[in-house]
């Protein structure tokens, strides 16, 4: 099992210790109460063949190797992602756990994504930098529309109508999926016409215009290659794209095809295996 980093911190240090792995640790970790004792604990979840040294050398703590049953039990722990100042993440469906939160942190949006077979959780590297991605596009833009493609659970367009877009379509191509985008839709208070999900296939998109200040695609590289010139033509040409689902092995390939079907890759953020980019 992947061994974890663990220290034990002052609540009063959480806001801290919250931007500092949100840099060390993007999308791999996790900041809990512990029963019976005042301190928060601060865990990193550690990529295979990582000891966890440069943590122990830069920030103390420990690490430690879990057992199955222990590995098991943080694999079912409540998804709890808190994504800059703006969002809380969660897949806790009990009420009175999402008040707490509510009450917790009262300045951002709370975000419920149960976990089925849809993907898009919020933890998982690729769906956590995409959201900070759209928190930072959301504080440059008074006024927006998003296209999320290959939407899974609707995350990121439910993110982006709690954070303000105008305009939201996400297009997915799993069966199984579009309904559970639907019912998270649904849970968050928004109708349907706010956050339109709807089954399409990208790789048959014809765009016939300029649409979308905004697109968002957490897909294959494969899928993202042979669409990138089709999201070109769907976004206005001051628009922003937010890419990932790219393997480290993958980068030079996929964000040379973004770069030939006319994209200027501005930033680019690599959390473990996986590379998310935008443009400006």
């Known amino acids: 099992m992947p061994p974890v980093w663990k220290k034990f911190i ?22 809990t109460s512990v029963a019976g004792r005042q301190r928060l604990k601060v865990e990193v979840f ?12 830069a ?13 098991q039990s943080v694999r079912v722990r409540p998804i709890l992602v808190k994504v800059r100042d703006r969002l809380v993440i969660t897949s806790t469906m009990e009420p009175e756990a999402q008040a707490r939160l509510r009450k917790t942190y009262p300045g ?7 976990a089925e077979l849809a993907f898009g959780t919020g933890e998982h590297e690729t769906t956590a930098t995409c959201l900070r991605f759209l928190v930072d596009v959301a504080k440059e833009r008074d006024s927006w529309s998003l296209l999320d493609l290959g939407t899974g659970t609707g995350i990121l367009a439910i993110a982006a109508k709690l954070l303000g877009a105008s305009q ?27 956050v339109k999900i709807e089954a399409e296939d990208v790789l048959a998109w014809e765009p016939q215009e300029a649409a979308w ?21 769907g ?16 980068e030079t390939e996929t964000l040379a095809a973004a770069e030939k079907a006319g994209f200027a890759i501005m930033n680019v953020k690599r959390v473990g295996k996986w590379v998310t980019a935008r443009t400006a």
């Open 213 to 233: 200040d905004v697109i968002t695609a957490n897909m294959f590289s494969e899928i993202l290659i042979a669409t990138f010139p089709k999201m070109r033509q």
């Open 59 to 71: 920030f103390g703590g420990s690490v430690v190797a879990l057992a199955d049953e222990d590995w």
């Open 168 to 194: 939201v379509l996400g297009w997915e191509n799993d069966p199984l999926a579009v309904p559970v985008a639907d019912r998270n839709v649904l849970t968050h208070g928004l109708a349907q016409d706010a």
């Open 10 to 31: 002052s609540p009063e240090d959480e806001a801290l210790w919250e931007s500092r792995m949100e840099v060390q640790a993007e999308g791999r970790f996790a900041i």
């Open 108 to 114: 951002r949006k709370l975000i419920i994504i149960p």
């Open 46 to 57: 550690l990529d295979e063949g990582d000891d966890g040294s440069g943590f122990v050398q």
């Open 235 to 250: 976004l206005k040409p001051d628009g922003t794209l937010i890419i990932s689902g790219i393997l480290r092995e993958q």
